[in-house]
C-alpha cells in the first residue's frame, strides 16, 4: 500500500479523535437552565443582648434653623421603630417589589467644562412630579426618639478610649509612654495636628495637676477631647422656611457614602415634624438613585421631581426649586449625583447645579456626606468639595462601624465646618444629632 494512503488515514484518524474528545467536554460544560427544587429555610430571629455601655445617646432631637436663625429645640417625645430598612446608596429597600430588567441608554461623559447656559426647566415629557403617597406610614414626632439609640459606637470605639485610659492611669508617665498616647490618637484618624495638639494639651495637665486614679485620668481626658471636638460650633441644619419661601438643601458627596439614603432620612425627620417636604432626584446618572429617593419620599409623605436618567441634573434641581416655592413647602432637599472627587467636569457639574438653583432662590445648607470607615480619605474627599461649593455642614455616616472615630475631629479641623449628623445604622430612624459630649462619651465608655 502506497505511503501516502497511510498518511491519509492517519490524518482521518486524527482528525476523528479531536471531533469525539470536543464533543465530549463541550457535553460536560454545558450550564443547566433548569430551576432547582425549592428548599426550606428557616430563619432564626437574632436575640436580643443587653445594652451596650458607653453607646452614643443623643439628649435631643434634631435642631433645625432658618438661614443661620435660631435653633428651633423640641420637647422630648416617644420614638418609633417602625419603617424601612433602607441601606445605604448602593441598596434598594428590603421590601421593595422586584423590577425586570430594562436596556436603558447610558449618559454621554461630562465635558471638562460644563457651562451655565442650561434651559430652566426639564421638557415636560421628561420630568415626573410624585405626589405624596396616600397611604404612607404613620411617622411619630422625632424630639427625644434618637436618645435610645444605644451602643452603636461602643462596639469599636471603647477600644480608643480604654487604650488611652490605660496609658494616662498606668501612673508616671516616660516619653515612650507619651509617644504610645500620640500614637493612638493618630490611629484613631484624629490626624498628625489634632494629635500632637491633644498630646500636648494632655501633657500639660498631667504635670500640673496629676493623675491619682482611673476617675481622674477619664475626667482629664473628657474635658481634653470635648475641647477638641468644639461643642461651641451652631450644629442646628438650616432646614426651615424664611423670607416666603422654602429653606433649600443640597446633600453632595461620593456614592456609597451613604447620601440618598441620609437625604431620605432627613425627610422624615422633617415630615414627623410637621414639615412640608420636597425631594429633588437630581442624582440622574445612576440608574437606582431617583427609585430609591422616591420610595423614601412616598413613606416619608414628601413629593418628589424626579426626571429620566441622563437629564441634566441642574434643570431637574431647578424644577425641584420651583415645585417646592409654587406648593409652599417648609424644606426642598436636593440629593445631587455622588461626584467622584477626581473628576474635575463633574465637579463643575456639581458647581452648575448650586448655580442654577440659586437663580430662583438662595443655597442655605451644603450638606457633605463623607463615609466614616473612609478616614484620612475622607479629608481628601471634603478638602475638593469644599473647593467647588461652601460647605456648611458635615453628616458622617456610618460611624457605628469604625474605631476611627477621630475623624469628626479632622473634619472640623480641616474645613472649619462643624459635624451636624452623624449615622449610625440601617434603620430609618438612624440618624442622630451630633453633640460633642455625647460623643466623646461613647468613645470613652462607661
Known amino acids: 500500500m502506497p505511503a501516502w494512503i497511510w498518511i491519509v488515514i492517519v490524518v482521518v484518524v486524527v482528525v476523528a479523535l479531536a471531533l469525539v474528545l470536543g464533543t465530549v467536554r463541550a457535553r460536560g460544560r454545558r450550564i443547566s437552565l433548569k430551576q432547582a427544587p425549592p428548599k426550606s429555610v428557616t430563619t432564626a430571629a437574632p436575640e436580643q443582648g443587653p445594652p451596650v455601655k458607653g453607646g452614643y445617646k443623643a439628649g435631643s432631637s434634631i435642631s433645625f434653623s432658618s438661614g443661620g436663625g435660631t435653633a428651633v429645640a423640641e420637647p422630648p417625645a416617644p420614638g418609633i421603630d417602625e419603617g424601612p430598612l433602607v441601606g445605604e446608596d448602593t441598596a434598594v429597600p428590603r421590601d421593595s417589589p422586584s423590577r425586570s430588567i430594562v436596556e436603558v441608554p447610558l449618559p454621554e461623559t461630562v465635558p471638562d467644562t460644563v457651562p451655565d447656559t442650561v434651559p430652566d426647566t426639564v421638557p415636560d415629557e421628561l420630568v415626573e ?31 480608643f478610649g480604654r487604650s488611652l485610659l490605660g496609658l494616662l492611669g498606668a501612673g508616671t508617665l516616660d516619653e515612650d509612654s507619651w509617644t504610645d498616647v500620640e500614637d493612638t490618637l493618630l490611629m484613631a484618624d484624629l490626624g498628625a495636628a489634632a494629635s500632637a495638639e491633644i498630646t500636648e494639651k494632655l501633657r500639660a495637665e498631667v504635670a500640673a495637676h496629676g493623675v491619682s486614679d482611673a476617675a481622674a485620668a477619664r475626667s482629664l481626658l473628657r474635658k481634653v477631647l470635648i475641647e477638641a471636638v468644639d461643642p461651641t460650633m451652631d450644629r442646628a441644619v438650616r432646614a426651615l422656611p424664611h423670607s416666603g419661601r422654602p429653606s ?199
Not at 130 to 156: C, Q, Y
Not at 289 to 301: F, I, K, M, V, Y
Open 248 to 446: 433649600v438643601l443640597l446633600i453632595v458627596g461620593v456614592n456609597g457614602t451613604g447620601k440618598t439614603t441620609t437625604t431620605g432620612k432627613l425627610a422624615r425627620v422633617l415630615v414627623a415634624d410637621g414639615r412640608h417636604v420636597v425631594l429633588g432626584a437630581a442624582d440622574t446618572f445612576r440608574a437606582a438613585a431617583a427609585d430609591q429617593l422616591q420610595t423614601w419620599g412616598e413613606r416619608a409623605g414628601a413629593a418628589v421631581v424626579r426626571a429620566n436618567q441622563g437629564t441634566d441634573p441642574a434643570s431637574v434641581a431647578f424644577d425641584a426649586v420651583k415645585r417646592g416655592i409654587a406648593d409652599g413647602a417648609d424644606a426642598v432637599l436636593i440629593d445631587t449625583a455622588g461626584r467622584l472627587h477626581t473628576k474635575t467636569g463633574l465637579m463643575d457639574e456639581l458647581g452648575k447645579v448650586k448655580r442654577v438653583v440659586e437663580k430662583q432662590a438662595e443655597v442655605d445648607e451644603i450638606l457633605l456626606v463623607l463615609d466614616a470607615t473612609t478616614g484620612q480619605n475622607g479629608l481628601v474627599q471634603a478638602t475638593v468639595f469644599a473647593e467647588v461649593v461652601d460647605i456648611t455642614g458635615i453628616v458622617l455616616t456610618k460611624l457605628d462601624g469604625t474605631a476611627k472615630g477621630g475623624i469628626v475631629v479632622a473634619v472640623q479641623r480641616t474645613l472649619n465646618v462643624p459635624v451636624k449628623l452623624v449615622g449610625l445604622g440601617e434603620g430609618p430612624d438612624d440618624l442622630a444629632p451630633f453633640e460633642a459630649a455625647a460623643f466623646v462619651d461613647a468613645l470613652l465608655g462607661d
Open 129 to 159: 412630579e410624585i405626589e405624596t403617597a396616600p397611604a404612607r406610614e404613620e411617622i411619630a414626632p422625632t424630639a427625644g426618639r434618637l436618645s435610645r439609640l444605644r451602643g452603636r459606637l461602643s462596639r469599636s470605639q471603647n477600644a
